[in-house]
Every structure is written in C-alpha cells, then in structure tokens.
C-alpha cells in the first residue's frame, strides 16, 4: 500500500494487515481467536513468504475453522519461554510438597488455574466486547495442547475483542506505570490502571472483571495499552499540558454531549493544521464513517475501572456509516506521529497514511476526514504500522532531488 494524503478515497485490496510484529525462527508465536482459545506454532512453522505475497490462511495452520478470526498475535521469544517453563515446573514441584502435607490447595494444574501463584513476569490481557477485561501471566500457557488452550470464560453472545501483552506486577522501579484504555463504539473511553493493586491476575478459566460499564446498545470496540507516570490523586499524566482541558462528564452530561448536534463552525474550528512533529504518545480515534484524529495521551485520566468512562470523540452532525446507519467509533490506538496508519473498508478498500498528517485536537473534538468513502461503504478495521526505513529514505533522496533542482535554477 502507497502513503497517500489524508482524507483520499484508497485503492482496492481484498484484505488488510491487522497486524505486524517481529520475531525469530524459534519464537513461540500465540495466536488468540475471538473464541478465546490460544494456540501456539513456533514461527518456523509458519510459511515465510515475500513481503508482497498473500500469505497462508490461518485455518490451514491451526484447528480452527475458516470462519473464526484470530483476535490477537504475541511472539514469545525462546528463551522467555524455556524460563516460564522452568518457572512453571519449579511451582508445581513446590505445589506437589505443599499438597503432601496438606497445607496448601494447589487449583486445576490443567486449567492453569494456579491459585496461589499468579502473580511474577509479563501476563496476557483479554478484552470482551462485552466490556469484561482479565491479566492472566504467560506460565500460564506454556504446556500447549494441540486443540489450544482456553484463555477465557466468555459469557453468552460475548466474544474476544483484543489480546495484549502486559507487564506483570505491581507499580515500582523506575519503569513507566501501565494502564489501558477501552473504547465504545458510541465513542466513550476509560483508561485505568493494570498494576496488580489494580487488576488482580487470574487463572485461565476465569471470565475476568468489568472494564467498562456499557450503556444499552454499545459494545466495546477496541483497546490499548498506554505507558505513562500519573498523580495518584488526580489521575493526569505527569507529563499533562497544564492548558489541557481539565473537564469531566457525569453520566447525563456524557450522554448529552453524544447525541449533542455539532454546529458547523465548531466543526470548522476543529479541523486544525496538519503537524509533522515526531515526538510524543497520541491515541489516534477513528469512525466508520472516516472521520479521525489524534489525541495527546496525556488529555485521558486515569480512572477506577468499571465506570461509564468520558467522550474520547463527538461525531459530526450527518456523518453516517453503511446502509445509512450512525457514525460509530471503530478504534482508539496508541501511536506516534512517525508511525503510519492503514484503514481497510468493510468493501475492500485500503489506504495507508502518515499519522502525523492527521490533525491533533482535543479529547471532544469531531476530528478530521481522513478517508473518502463509497456510498454504502465504511471504515472495518485500522492498523498502526511503523514507518519502513524504505520510506525514508525515499523521502530523503526525493528532498535531495529538490534541493539540486532548486540550486540549478
């Protein structure tokens, strides 16, 4: 896919990269379907192609059927999990001497539902689209059957949303404080603390705690880890512009501001210049209907988890998605101003752009088209690419080009 400029219309492309990470010939790479079911391959068994071929469909390596999507990728390296094994081995040898003497109740070792050691090393986190969240460590999943493993408990008519991987443990050291941050497709967020004194970790049979509580008729759409140190008592970056807006909604004032009608002029005002700058964390907001933009992380507070959340988006008045529904938000990812974004349409189209051509505007602003859509058509799915060193150095030999050009003149 060519980089173009926001707000064209793509080109034509019968499927989209989802995702896009790094690893070697014997990472164990974990693969997470909307079921809730982890499988594993080692990354040699998956066949390497060209950088523009197809690839290989993903139920022609794992047993599961053509239908089913593949929810989340984490590549584990080798020695990682030849450690989480031996951490795992030497638990349950100390679990089987404490069961001998009958001091300590040692769970379904099958289930990995380990109750008295689930804390220690980096863990997966699991969304539902019905708004449940649950951090289960990677020990958990290191002795792999060939049907997989469950992950989660989902609840009825639930289905597995993201997959992540997180650090595991409690706040401390010098490291940056993890929290997430969940979206609705009526565009409320929640970002809130992951730490251990936040979200417990459980085993792997548990349906996990509430993320988010849901109005009637939401769902949650998608979700991201965010990396920044808070004040406790207010709940802002540390890092937060003292002029960002300080608002915050109850829950009638969120449900106003939502279906509030966005006059065109503070339409207007919103679409704000294009900046190139490179430095900083955004959370870059996209709807159905094309609409985007990028937000500083810093505009999100941290709140208690299982609350209504704030508006990270108000849509702009007209904006539809297909068969002439309301606009929805589609994601709310992490990203920098280097990175570059790819949106696929749910008819096919795709086209790829620089996240920092998009316009950076507060958490309630309406954002930016930055996709021309068909008629009938919208916005399936989005993916946050880093920038290829190729691409760079296209842009500099092409700046080069036009210094000499002007310097003949």
């Not at 499927?15 to 164990?28: K, M, S």
């Not at 408990?153 to 289905?159: A, F, H, I, P, V």
């Amino acid at each position: 896919f060519v980089s173009t400029q926001r707000g064209g219309d793509g080109a034509g492309a019968g499927d989209a990269v989802v995702a896009l990470f790094g690893c070697n010939q014997h990472d164990v790479v974990l693969m997470i379907t909307e079921r809730g079911i982890v499988h594993s391959r080692r990354a040699y068994q998956i066949p390497s192609s060209s950088r523009t071929a197809q690839g290989t469909p993903l139920h022609q390596l794992l047993p599961i059927e053509p239908t089913e999507r593949v929810q989340g990728f984490l590549a584990v390296p080798a020695d990682e999990m030849k450690g989480l094994t031996q951490m795992r081995a030497s638990v349950s040898a100390a679990d089987t001497d404490a069961s001998d003497t009958g001091d300590a109740d040692t769970g379904d070792a099958d289930t990995g539902d380990v109750d008295n050691d689930n804390s220690g090393g980096d863990a997966l986190l699991l969304i539902t689209r019905g708004g449940f969240i649950k951090k289960t460590p990677l020990k958990a999943f290191v002795r792999m059957q060939s049907r997989g493993l469950i992950a989660i408990t989902l609840g009825e008519g639930d289905e597995l949303l993201r997959a992540l991987r997180c650090p595991g443990g409690a706040a401390g050291g010098v490291r940056a404080r993890a929290s997430v941050v969940v979206a609705s497709a009526k565009a409320n967020c929640i970002r809130f603390s992951i730490e251990d004194d936040a979200l417990r970790p459980t085993g792997r049979s548990s349906r996990g705690v509430r993320a988010m509580l849901l109005r009637p008729e939401d769902e949650l759409v998608d979700a991201d880890l965010l990396s920044d140190e808070w004040d406790d008592e207010t709940g802002y970056s540390l890092t937060r512009d003292e002029n960002a807006d300080d608002e915050t909604e109850t829950d009638d004032e969120a449900e106003a501001v939502i279906d509030e009608p966005i006059p065109a002029k503070q339409a207007a005002e919103t679409d704000e210049t294009e900046t190139d700058e490179t430095s900083g964390s955004y959370v870059l907001a996209v709807t159905a209907g094309g609409y985007g933009k990028r937000v500083p992380t810093s505009a999100f507070r941290v709140q208690k988890r299982g609350g209504r959340g704030v508006i990270c988006l108000k849509f702009k008045k007209g904006a539809t998605a297909a068969a002439g529904g309301l606009d929805r938000l589609v994601a709310l990812r992490e990203c920098s101003a280097s990175d570059e974004v790819l949106l696929s349409t749910a008819k096919g189209t795709a086209v790829r752009q620089a996240v920092g051509k998009i316009s950076e505007q507060g958490r309630t602003a309406t954002g930016v088209l930055i996709q021309r859509l068909d008629a009938g058509d919208s916005v399936a799915s989005v993916a946050v690419l880093p920038r290829r060193e190729d691409d760079e150095e296209e842009e500099a030999e092409s700046e080069g080009e036009d210094e000499e050009i002007e310097e003949s003149d």
